[in-house]
Nanobody, 115 residues
Framework: QVQLQESGPGLVKPSQTLSLTCTVS??????????WNWIRQSPGKGLEWMGA???????YYSPSLKSRTSISRDTSKNQFTLRLTSVTPEDTAVYYC???????WGQGTQVTVSL
């Protein structure tokens, strides 16, 4: 069973860079055809897909966030990382990593952008 766990700071100041890591267990992030996603949910809003990194390392981003988002991976640690630059309070959300054969979800991590 694939399990995902997000980690990172819960509070980020405006204009700084948000960095979150997803640690995957139960499957390798290089397993053929598995994709690994970041999704967020802001207060009072629906789920927003941010981007993904594929089993081969290709990346895809939401057009609305592409200029500020990057996703990378560390295959030796079976982790993938989200970086979101120039954050504003509108980036306050619960961030989830999602992936694997059954599109398993992490428990989510709250990130607040505030002074």
């Amino acid at each position: 069973q694939v399990q995902l766990q997000e980690s990172g700071p819960g509070l980020v100041k405006p204009s700084q860079t948000l960095s979150l890591t997803c640690t995957v267990s139960g499957a390798s992030i290089t397993t053929n055809y598995y994709n690994w996603n970041w999704i967020r949910q802001s207060p009072g809003k629906g789920l927003e897909w941010m981007g993904a990194i594929t089993y081969s390392g290709d990346t895809y981003y939401s057009p609305s966030l592409k200029s500020r988002t990057s996703i990378s991976r560390d295959t030796s640690k079976n982790q993938f990382t989200l970086r979101l630059t120039s954050v504003t309070p509108e980036d306050t959300a619960v961030y989830y990593c999602v992936g694997g054969a059954s599109e398993s979800w992490g428990q989510g991590t709250q990130v607040t952008v505030s002074l």
